[in-house]
């Protein structure tokens, strides 16, 4: 996202996409003015290592191919304005509707859906309800998913007045509840985090600009992992925190959050838009008799901080859903299916990201691989993976693991190990493979280096003379089974 877009469209546009697409609040948002992303901002990006990136404003060919590079995703692409201002994906090529369901609502322990009906014109009051909590406004095939949940509250708001009315109930609700926005938490495993006494309490976030907005959204990813079903943080317009006739309800609620899920009793009010003195005059006004406060005017967002790589085995909390499931490959050359995850309900064609981890023998190989890691780490280039996949969307993940895109109704993946030959070719030819509307598909030329024949070797460019020096043709024929056997008895006579 960009500060010098319109950021109320920017926004809303995000906070629906999540929420259609993800179920809820995950995607962390980066900070970028088209050319470059700050240091801070890329580290943040190379940690979290998203598996596709989509961004609002024009991206420079130079900063395609920086992400290209180092974070490889599946796939990079443009969010187009339409007529009503909001942004959409005109080519999608991931992603599922992740719908409300009792299975999912039991795990995450809030067991209640709150489920709001926003018929307000109030543009503060239709932003306040959707970037907090989620509202499910003519998203396709929400209504029928919803007659299926179990347990749900229905809150109805058109009015200011309507808005407090729900707030002041929501405050004195004892039962465990779950928001749409904050849906997704309940299962998805995200990066582990260094634990930080900030997150342990709640937060009030106030500003209207794009970076109070981005520090709201991303504090959820720098909540440690125990904590990610809860409700840890409250956004509200500087209209918002300033409506007398909200004030109450607004306390209300802060008062109830800050003691509930183990929050300490403390609130802290954060912005990085406004003063340290008119963020404490809005806070007094907010807060309870009973709750500690902590106001903070920061310069610069806090970005979460990630732990290293931590391999996830069966057994860990946050795999307790999804097992990981394990294959024997027969050869270099096999072919199995993998079960989706349950309860996905998808209506797209390739709904979700499998990460893999392939193993080999270590006696095959004597005694070069004593003391080392006994798994296929890939090159991050698209070419070589997606080879691997038999051309299917894939990616090379920061821990050099392959991943690949599977379909909602079972994954058929044809995996083939990768030979030292196609290995050398696909980087040296640059052999990368996009989809439709993906950003690098443009690139006039697709690698960040030059290649030409070595002018030392006359037979070697005898050779691929006979190609008119295209690398990736002479690949295609010389690694052919019959032309390989002919050139090895030319060579042997």
């Known amino acids: 996202m960009s500060e010098k877009g319109d950021k109320d469209n920017q926004i809303d546009s995000l906070v629906d996409y999540c929420l259609y697409v993800w179920g809820g609040r995950l995607n962390p948002i980066i900070i970028t003015d088209g050319k470059d992303i700050a240091g801070d901002w890329w580290d943040f990006l190379q940690k979290y290592d998203p598996d596709v990136v989509l961004t609002f404003v024009d991206l420079t060919e130079k900063l395609i191919r920086k992400i290209d590079h180092f974070i490889c995703p599946m796939f990079i692409q443009k969010l187009d304005g339409r007529d009503d201002g909001r942004y959409v994906v005109k080519h999608e090529c991931v992603g599922f509707q992740m719908l409300p369901n009792d299975a999912y609502l039991h795990w995450g322990r809030r067991y209640e859906l709150v489920v709001f009906e926003d018929t307000s014109k109030d543009k503060e009051i239709n932003r306040f309800l959707s970037r907090n909590f989620g509202v499910y406004n003519n998203l396709a095939h929400t209504e029928d998913a919803l007659s299926q949940v179990t347990k749900k509250y229905p809150c109805k708001v058109d009015s200011e007045e309507t808005l407090a009315n729900v707030l002041q109930q929501l405050s004195k609700r004892e039962n465990f509840h779950t928001y749409p926005m904050e849906y997704l938490g309940k299962w998805t495993p995200m990066p582990d985090v260094q634990h930080e006494d900030r997150t342990d309490c709640f937060a009030v976030i106030v500003g209207d600009s794009i970076q109070d907005f ?171 993976v997606s080879r691997m996949f038999n051309n299917r969307s894939a990616r090379v993940t920061k821990s050099r693991f392959p991943a690949c895109l599977c379909s909602k109704n079972g994954c058929t993946i044809q995996l083939e190990l990768p030979k030292e030959y196609w290995l050398f070719s696909n980087l040296i030819c640059d052999e990368k493979h996009y989809s439709y509307g993906d950003l690098r598909k443009d690139l006039k030329n697709k690698n960040d280096y030059g290649v030409e024949t070595s002018q030392q070797g006359r037979n070697l460019r005898g050779l691929f003379g006979l190609f008119n020096d295209n690398f990736s043709e002479a690949e295609n024929i010389l690694s052919e089974p019959f032309w390989v056997d002919v050139l090895n008895k030319f060579c042997k006579e």
């Open 214 to 384: 981005a520090h709201y959204w991303n504090r959820q990813l720098a909540v440690t992992d125990y904590k990610r079903t809860s409700f840890n943080q409250l956004w509200l317009s500087k209209k918002v925190a300033k409506n007398p006739k909200l004030q109450e309800a607004l306390k209300a609620l802060i008062d109830k959050e800050a003691n509930w899920d183990g929050h300490s009793n403390t609130v802290r009010f954060e912005s990085l838009s406004l003063k340290q003195v008119e963020l404490e005059k809005i806070a007094k006004e907010l807060i309870g008799l009973h709750a500690h406060l902590v106001c903070e005017a920061m310069d610069k967002p806090r970005m979460p901080f990630f732990n290293d790589f931590r391999e996830f085995q069966e057994g860990d909390s946050s795999f307790a859903l999804e097992k990981t499931q394990q294959f024997s490959l027969n050869g270099q050359k096999d072919i199995f299916t993998i079960t989706p995850p349950q309860n996905i309900k998808g209506y797209h064609q390739d709904d979700w990201v499998v990460d893999l981890k392939i193993g080999y023998q270590p006696q095959n190989y004597g005694n070069n691989v004593i003391n080392c890691e006994q798994w296929w780490k890939i090159p991050r280039h698209l070419g070589v």
